[in-house]
């Protein structure tokens, strides 16, 4: 199985500290945010990493390089900044990935879980998301959970930004700007959505709180 992050982002609410850093490359714990996303795909058994790029693309790719670092081989998808939106940028990439499905990781988060368990989820028809409990700042949640099925019902859980997909959900869409959430419906009206939820640690690393807190917790991890 393949992976690919999403790390095309402008990182607005971290700014000024994206005004020259990109977000994936901000410091968390002595280590860029992305490079604890890596490292975990690495440890979880995989060897190709998909990577989409737009802001400051030139500095990720430059810092990754090949992927040697952590024992990885990364292929680049570069797209223009703002252009194509998350679920536009994996249809970009997806010449770059398998027919089979593959994992799908945003380079905005930091947890906790265990990457292993991406290689065990079905997304043969349709994909297999992680659930996290909602943070203080998205409080109305995402998706129910419904005997492992992802489901349009309270109470509701948040998307983690992980999950495993079938490249035909993207296939399926316009080559135009649309965002993931646009592939997950689709998915669950077909019934084809499942998920689990990760009880652990979780941070969305989009503010400046935010980042301070995952940089304590990789320290203590």
Known sequence: MKAMILAAGRGERLRPLTD????????????????????????????EVVI?????????????????????????????????????????????????????????????FDYAH?????????????????????????????????????PRLTYAGIGVYAPALFRSQPAQRFPLAAVIRQAMAAGTARAVRHTGRWIDVGRPSALEAARVAALQA
Do not use: C
Not at 31 to 42: S, T, Y
Not at 75 to 99: C, F, K, N, W
Not at 123 to 131: D, N, R
């Open 20 to 47: 020259h850093t990109p977000k994936p490359l901000v410091d968390v714990g002595g280590r860029p945010l992305i490079g604890h996303h890596l490292q975990a795909l690495a440890a979880a058994g995989f060897g």
């Open 52 to 112: 989409n790029v737009a802001y400051m693309a030139d500095q990720v790719m430059a810092a990754l390089g090949t992927g040697d670092a952590y024992g990885l081989d990364i292929h680049y998808s570069v797209e223009t900044p703002g252009a194509l939106d998350t679920g536009g940028g994996v249809r970009q990439a997806l010449s770059l990935l398998d027919d089979a499905p593959f994992a799908l990781v945003s380079a905005d988060v930091w947890s906790d």
């Open 118 to 154: 991406l290689r065990h989820m079905d997304g043969s028809k349709g994909m297999h998301a992680v659930l996290v409990d909602n943070p203080p700042h998205h409080g109305q949640g995402d998706f129910g959970l419904q005997d492992g099925r992802l489901v349009d019902a309270e």
